[in-house]
């Protein structure tokens, strides 16, 4: 048996020692090799979903790192900012090389600047816009606005480099399955539908500083599976066909953290949240809104669906473990005889046979469509508790379920098309209120913002609670925020995204960062005897 130091393990699976790490490492067989079972097949290996940044971290490496509230360097040693917060002078290493050979310094971090704003459809809510050289490896990185989280945003996993030749050369094609990049692994084939290999980069010798290691993978191949049911990557993981799986099923999370190694990580932006449309519609009325929220036991459902897998919460803005939360899980706790005066006060007195609402004879009915790939099985079945509580004070609920490849191509997502949006938004800051209720996005409407919300001079708040360089004077305008968007029920939260992964009890090493919660197999290694 091993002696693991219960505090490190618990946070990280960290290593046990350099002997039986390399020892775990060289065993040969099936230690050559890793296999991991994911939910989601993205469409590309990097872009602006959170399940990209999954793979993008497997391939690509950061300016710098997010290590539990800090920001570290990484490819660039340091930085300084500007009088004014708008430039940021990093310096960068010298000794990185992409896999290509490409050398990585501040050509290459510029040249992947016009990737970024192609590639990443919420890129302009980060105030960037654009790098210029300082010289060979020095850049200067600049923001319309001051930008405090900055350091987070360009952590999180979206903004890794591919090799200038890559990028001008490659298909978009190959820039999408097989991109280039200085990370630890290289990916050798992507086959549509079952899975991703990616081979160990050899050269590796850059890692973040939270790593356990500076060095190449200690295991050779990488087998990203995707399956896309819970219940099959249990099974997998049981029968010893898979080393680490993604989302268990929730009904099996107790026996997986007293059987398995675990890991769990709740999510930074926001949470799986109810967010109404308030342009047209029965919920331009705030007495409905509020209604829908005290007719839900928010709090029984979460409980009951993911028996203690995925924590509740109320907020509909932030997530717990997003920087300036508000806790606001007491508010419209569970009140139907509330429910149905705010429904009486707002002009829904008559009931039709099935008893629904009416009004002018009207029903009151709300469209939610949702994408299958973003809210899963157990998301679904909370939905549909949702569904039958709102109910029994007269709303109907029409559930909508789209495919991955529809929701991506925008069915359903105009003010005219639902009257209810489902999802969650992950960010790594309290900006995400700028990314959810801002209307327009470059001069056009901002399809990130589900609600619909359009009001210049709280949309002017969120940028003051933005700018703002007092950390205590911020906090007191975000918390403001929050607490304004909460009592108008613009969006109300369900539960918290969160990352949960269950481990084969003869693999180590295997951690997730504290940005995005994303995984690092860089460090994993096998050993021969079992917990």
């Not at 969120?462 to 304004?484: V, Y």
């Amino acid at each position: 048996m091993l002696a693991i130091s219960p505090g490190r393990f618990s946070l990280s699976l960290a290593v046990a020692g350099c002997a039986m790490l390399h020892q775990g490492a060289m065993a040969a067989g099936h230690d050559d090799t890793l296999t991991y079972l994911h939910e989601q097949e993205p469409p590309c290996l990097w872009g602006g979903w959170v399940q990209q940044a999954y793979l993008s971290r497997q391939v690509f490496d950061y300016l710098v790192s997010y290590d539990r509230g800090k920001i570290r360097p990484w490819l660039a040693t340091s930085w300084h900012e500007s009088a004014d917060r708008k430039t940021i002078i990093f310096n960068l290493r010298h000794d990185v090389k992409f896999t290509d050979g490409d050398k990585f310094n501040a050509d290459a971090v510029i040249a992947n600047y016009s990737a970024w704003q192609k590639g990443i459809g919420w890129h302009g809510f980060t105030y960037m816009t654009g790098f210029t050289r300082v010289d060979e490896y020095s850049v200067a990185l600049h923001l319309s606005e001051p930008n405090p989280e900055i350091y987070n945003i360009l952590a999180n996993g979206h903004y890794g480099f591919q090799s200038p030749d890559s990028l001008a050369h490659n298909s978009s094609e190959q820039k999408c399955l097989r991109p280039v990049g200085t990370g630890p692994w290289k990916v050798a084939r992507w086959v549509r539908g079952e899975g991703i290999s990616f081979v160990r980069n050899d050269d590796y010798h850059w890692a973040p500083p939270e790593a356990h290691h500076n060095g190449p993978a200690y295991i050779k191949h990488l087998e990203w599976k995707f399956v896309p049911d819970a219940t099959t990557r249990w099974g997998a993981l049981v029968s010893g066909g898979a080393d680490a799986i993604y989302q268990p099923p929730s009904v099996q999370w107790q026996r997986l953290q007293r059987d398995y190694q675990t890991l769990a990580y709740v999510a930074t932006g926001r949470p799986q949240a109810f967010s109404f449309n308030v342009q047209r519609g029965p919920f331009t009325d705030r007495r409905v809104r509020q209604a829908f929220a005290y007719a839900l036991d928010r709090k029984q459902i979460v409980s009951t669906v993911f028996k203690g897998a995925v924590p509740y919460e109320g907020n509909g803005s932030l997530s717990k473990s997003t920087p300036l939360y508000l806790n606001v899980d007491n508010r419209y706790s569970l009140n139907v005889p509330k429910a149905n005066q705010l429904l009486d006060e707002a002009g829904w007195r008559e009931r039709d046979a099935e008893g629904y609402r009416l009004k002018n004879g009207t029903r009151l009915e709300a469209r939610l469509p949702f994408i299958q790939a973003i809210i899963d099985r157990e998301g679904v079945l909370m939905l549909q508790a949702a569904q039958a509580q709102v109910k029994q004070v007269g709303i109907k609920l029409d559930l909508i379920p789209l495919t991955q490849t529809e929701g991506f191509a925008g069915a359903r997502s105009r003010p005219q098309d639902k009257e209810i949006s489902f999802g969650y938004w992950v960010w790594p800051s309290p900006g995400i209120l700028d990314i959810v209720y801002n209307h327009a996005l470059n001069g056009a409407f901002n399809g990130n913002n589900t609600s619909f919300f359009n009001d210049p001079q709280i949309e002017a708040q969120i940028l003051d609670a933005q700018r703002e360089p007092d950390p205590a004077t911020r906090q007191q305008k975000f918390a403001a925020l929050q607490r304004w968007f909460d009592d108008q029920a613009i969006a109300i939260g369900a539960y918290n995204f969160t990352y949960n992964v269950a481990i084969a009890n003869n693999l180590r090493g295997l951690w997730q960062e504290r940005g995005n919660g994303l995984l690092n197999f860089n460090d994993a290694y096998f050993v021969k005897e079992k917990l």
